[in-house]
């Protein structure tokens, strides 16, 4: 009887050690778990300095956002690590342009905005020392194919009294202001966390849109156009600076805001222009109101988003592209 019971203690002395050994290993496991395991999946990210062997470097990569763009889209490059006191540029063989570059954490950044005629195939990107003028060794490449993307056509017609008393000086010295308001940005970003639509409204016209008006010579359409009653509010998609704010004979009451890094966003046939020149604006802050001022018929908004002078979808804002680019600067900025 009393072996009986020894041997009933001893089995249970194990079982009980078998539990606190189990225990213990699904608390180590437990305690593995890495933190990009909580991290929202919105892409590949480079290996960082961290995450390497001692006395080991972190091997040189370049990663595109989004991996699979359409022509018309942006393209948010990330390559590294490169060293802080050396000059990197990225070489691309497709139709596009180019930023200026970023570095921040080890890591180059750049926007390249792939332009609507750009064909549907596999392209490279590579990583070189020096710049575009004078070229040095290629350090990494990556693939890129460019998905299929279809443009609506549209025909229309605008009344004659919409461009009376137009001229071609004053139209030039238009474009003249535009194009200098977007050549003038930041050269870091100035963005925080998600873009806003500027506007709730119905898509009247779509980014990238051939468009034939009067019969004149089809043009693609820069931007969206938003339908929405007049006097509604129109707010700024992220931090920026105001670059232009002033009645332009085309789009009417025109903003320009500058996001830094060449990213740029264009507001126009504005009702009222709420903003001035050289003001810091924030996220999600009204900087005019809906009209139909300019060539216009119908109240709505054009809104325009350009990297450097280059239209790209002002849509592909609102995704997550943008999210990987470290806005160290985003609060000083706000609070110079």
């Known amino acids: 009887m009393t072996k009986s019971r020894s041997i009933g203690s001893i089995i249970l002395l194990a079982a009980a050690l ?3 050994i189990n225990a ?3 608390l180590s496991e437990a305690g593995d778990v890495s933190p990009d395991d909580n991290e929202p999946v919105m892409g590949r990210k480079i290996t960082p300095y961290f995450a ?3 006395g080991q470097s972190a091997p040189l990569e370049i990663y595109v956002y989004p991996e699979n763009p ?3 889209d942006f393209l948010l490059v990330e390559a590294g690590p490169v060293d802080g006191n050396k000059s990197f540029f990225i070489d691309f063989d497709f139709l596009g342009e180019i930023t200026g570059y ?6 180059l950044y750049t926007i390249i905005a792939i332009s609507c005629d750009a064909e549907v ?3 490279n990107l590579e990583l070189k020392e020096g710049n575009a003028q004078s070229p040095g060794n290629r350090l990494a490449r990556s693939t890129l194919t460019l998905a299929e993307k279809e443009f609506p056509l549209s025909r229309f017609s605008m009344p004659a009294e919409r461009t009376e008393g137009w001229t071609t000086e004053r139209l030039a010295e238009d474009r003249e202001k535009v194009r200098q308001a977007r050549a003038s940005s930041e050269p870091f970003p100035l963005w925080e966390g998600f873009f806003l639509s500027p506007l709730v409204g119905r898509i009247t016209s779509e980014y990238g849109a051939i468009r034939i008006i009067n019969d004149n010579p089809p043009r693609r359409h820069a931007g969206i156009d938003i339908g929405a009653p007049e006097g509604e509010p129109v707010v700024t998609p992220n931090h920026g600076i105001v670059r232009l704010a002033e009645f332009l004979l085309s789009g009417g009451n025109t903003v320009i805001i500058d996001h830094g890094m060449g990213l740029s966003s264009t507001y126009m046939h504005l009702h009222t222009i709420d903003v001035n020149v050289g003001s810091k604006v924030e996220k999600g802050q009204q900087i005019g109101t809906v009209g139909m001022t300019g060539y216009a018929t119908g109240t709505h908004l054009h809104w325009e988003v350009n990297i450097d002078q280059a239209p790209v979808n ?4 609102l995704g997550n ?3 990987w680019v470290p806005s160290v600067y985003a609060a000083t900025f706000l609070s110079d």
């Open 102 to 107: 970023y570095q921040a954490g080890g890591l």
């Open 24 to 26: 213990f290993l699904l």
């Open 121 to 123: 195939d596999s392209y």
């Open 70 to 72: 359409s022509p018309g």
């Open 321 to 323: 592209d943008l999210l």
């Open 52 to 54: 390497t062997e001692e």
């Open 314 to 317: 002002p849509q592909q804002l």
């Open 18 to 20: 078998m539990l606190v």
